[in-house]
């Protein structure tokens, strides 16, 4: 017999992600495990929402309608194991909606359930405890929605050792998904440290889906033409941690180095130190090598001891909000738009104040189409563009206020600028804001229950600890361009790179595209020059840190999203544009550097446009 190699296949990114990942992973994949990653922290907004209306709701119903439903009898055919964090807030219901639906099927199918990470009918002995907020130090709010801990793998695993075909949990790191299923077929231990954080890597690239197989890259022209045919990822893993990325044959997309590469740096901070409940990971060894088509082997990644505590998020209610779009067209349209979202945050003050209302919370406004996101480095023909969407987002204490806004903002279509039209049917509407707030807590305070078929199992090694975060040096020294003449190139010429959110923090990871080229954009991409760039978003440092195994760099940028996720005023509130606002930037590099880059980016650029004119 050969080395043992299981695969697992990433089929959801996001709850709203494509049902033809799962489709495609169990009907062409030849995979032993589907994970579906449903939750992201302003998908426990949305959640904690939907059950505070309806106790029945709160998970991610996709799950059941668009995946299990049509699929359920192949997966039964094919032995595969799905493990899944659809349960949301309301782990009971949706193993409630599986369980029917199973039956209905005529399917057996021993159900496993990890619970423990909903620690909301605990709020007041939490708020007695004066916590604070991990980033900003706040209090413990008053009325928290939601309070779910991030749990780790083991307890999927156990689920598994006790026989369990589907396994369901609330809130837990997405990388578990993965390396549950990897520590129960490898019988991996609690102080396997390499092997658990080459697992969370593993978990890393698939639990984004599409994103590690062309989707969301930076070299879109590579696999445009696939988009309608987008492969998910498969990760096949051996007994040693090592595994190599790969996709469905003839699906679309690409994973190479640098696909994966991306997706190996989105939302993390510090790589010699990510953390996890199980280990904590460090990637800045990791080497991504090119062993076959569409397949890419992933080695180095080193572990280290567990902290003794769990991440935990809340979500609670902070006022409400709403947004109103419409768009201007003609000579002078973007100076209009902005004229015109001014004089009606104007009328809605005066509104306010005559009906004895609180002022606004906060207002912003964007014009969509004149690079707002780019601030003072748009370009001067975006002022000049004739047609143009203007965008006013508004936060009051009240639905009341909301509504004033709402009447102000429909009512002035006959009393200000020509040339507009209706971008959305209606008033805009008042929703409720939900913020987030995260911290850390005791794992030994948080108990961990596993059920299949509903029966509690006695498992051991549910959490591990004593581990300590290392404080590595982020790479922020300064450093000075070789002597000699230089020229700028864009930032997209020499690297790619993937950006996106942390809470009120954003990531931006950078490779090189080739190894000669990252002195001259580390030289160029300092701390203080990455924060001038977003100086009209961010309100804290940034921070830098090397990937010499990849040649990479990762940037932390604090405090530049507005509160992150619904409560967020910004046009983009995850930081998914920021990679491409930096790789904008102009980069100096020596002229015999500058030619290759120039030549390359042409070629490429050249091949695929006559590809598509063809």
């Not at 200000?416 to 804001?433: N, Q, V, W, Y």
């Not at 010429?493 to 080739?514: E, P």
């Not at 530049?560 to 990679?579: E, M, N």
Request: proline letters at 8%; glycine letters at 12%; aromatic letters at 8%.
């Amino acid at each position: 017999m050969g080395e043992k190699i299981v695969r697992i296949g990433g089929g959801a990114g996001y709850w709203g992600d494509t049902p033809s990942g799962p489709r495609q992973l169990v009907r062409q994949g030849n995979i032993d495990y589907l994970i579906l990653d449903y939750l992201a922290e302003i998908t426990m907004s949305i959640l904690a929402k939907a059950k505070a209306k309806d106790p029945q709701a709160g998970y991610a119903t996709d799950f059941i309608t668009l995946v299990m439903k049509p699929l359920l009898r192949e997966i039964a055919e094919k032995r595969i194991k799905v493990i899944a964090n659809a349960g949301g807030v309301n782990l009971p219901a949706c193993r409630h909606a599986l369980e029917a639906l199973a039956q209905e099927a005529g399917v057996r199918l021993r159900i496993g359930t990890v619970e423990g990470d909903d620690l909301l009918p605990r709020a007041g002995e939490l708020a007695a405890e004066s916590i604070r907020e991990m980033f900003t130090g706040a209090p413990f709010p008053a009325k928290p929605m939601s309070i779910n801990a991030y749990l780790g793998a083991f307890p999927i695993a156990a689920a598994l050792d006790a026989g369990a075909d589907v396994v369901l949990t609330g809130r837990c790191v997405d990388s578990a998904l993965v390396a549950g299923p990897l520590i129960h077929e490898f019988g991996w231990g609690p102080q396997d440290y390499d092997k658990l954080a080459a697992a969370g890597l593993a978990g890393h690239l698939l639990e984004c889906g599409a994103q590690a197989t062309g989707g969301n890259f930076t070299d879109w022209e590579d696999v445009v033409d696939d988009w309608p045919t987008m492969g998910f990822p498969i990760a096949e893993v051996r007994a040693d941690g090592s595994f190599v990325v790969t996709k469905p044959e003839g699906t679309g997309g690409c994973v190479s180095p640098l696909s994966v590469g991306e997706q190996m740096l989105y939302e993390i901070g510090d790589p010699a130190a990510y953390v996890l409940p199980d280990v904590i990971c460090d990637f800045t060894g990791v080497r991504l090598r090119q062993i076959g088509p569409d397949r890419v082997e992933v080695t180095g990644v080193r572990g280290l001891p567990p902290t003794d505590t769990y991440k935990v998020c809340a979500t609670y209610p902070d006022g409400f909000g709403t947004v109103g779009t419409l768009v201007l067209a003609g000579r002078d349209a973007v100076a209009k738009a902005q004229r015109y979202g001014e004089a009606i945050l104007a009328k809605v003050r005066n509104s306010l104040e005559e009906a004895g209302l609180p002022p606004l919370s906060d207002s912003a406004i964007q014009l969509v189409g004149a690079e707002s996101l780019y601030g003072p480095y748009a370009q001067p023909a975006a002022r000049t563009l004739r047609e143009v969407t203007l965008r006013v987002a508004v936060h009051h204490p009240s639905p009341a206020g909301i509504e004033v806004f709402s009447k102000e903002f429909m009512g002035a279509a006959l009393a200000m600028s020509t040339g507009r039209t209706g971008l959305a049917p209606g008033r805009p509407k008042a929703s409720p804001i939900v913020r987030l707030f995260s911290f850390l807590y005791p794992k030994k305070n948080v108990p961990v229950e596993v059920r299949v078929d509903g029966e509690a199992l006695t498992v051991q090694h549910l959490v591990g600890g004593g581990g300590r975060v290392p404080t590595s040096r982020p790479g922020d020294e300064e450093e000075s361009y070789p002597l000699g003449e230089s020229e700028p190139v864009p930032l997209v010429y020499l690297a790619v790179a993937r950006s996106g959110d942390k809470g009120n923090h954003a990531n931006i990871g950078v490779i090189a595209r080739r190894p000669e080229y990252l002195p001259w954009i580390r030289a160029a991409l300092t701390p203080a020059a990455v924060r001038a760039r977003f100086a009209h978003f961010i309100t804290g440092k940034v921070e830098r840190f090397d990937l010499p195994g990849i040649h990479g760099l990762n940037f932390l940028l604090h405090d530049t999203l507005g509160g992150g996720g619904v409560a967020s005023l910004h046009l983009d509130p995850q930081a998914k544009t920021y990679a491409q606002l930096l790789l904008d930037m102009p980069i100096p590099v020596p002229p015999a550097m500058a030619r290759l880059a120039q030549e390359e980016r042409s070629h490429f650029t050249f091949k695929h446009q006559g590809e598509r004119n063809v």
